[in-house]
């Protein structure tokens, strides 16, 4: 973990930036008078890039999954939120 003081961290932000995207560093300190007062990190990656992910990990479960199939436990799904019990 980096500590940088505030003037430093302004004139090289975009060097900063860059560490913590790339992970060579995984977090940067920003301290003012030598306390630290804020941190840089990275972004977590976009929503978009991890849809599937659980699909990977589960693998088989999902190869038959149609959304009619998905769709068939509707009306059940619908009697357990309304109390009902078969």
Known sequence: MLTI?????????????????SGAEPVVII????????QLVPVPSPLSQ??????ALLGAAFDDLTLDRFNESDEEVGRLFSGEHD
């Open 5 to 21: 003081n505030m003037h430093d961290a302004k004139s090289q932000l975009s060097r900063l930036v860059e560490a913590v995207e």
């Open 31 to 38: 301290a003012r008078n030598g306390k630290p007062a804020a």
């Open 50 to 55: 991890r849809i599937g992910g659980g699909r």
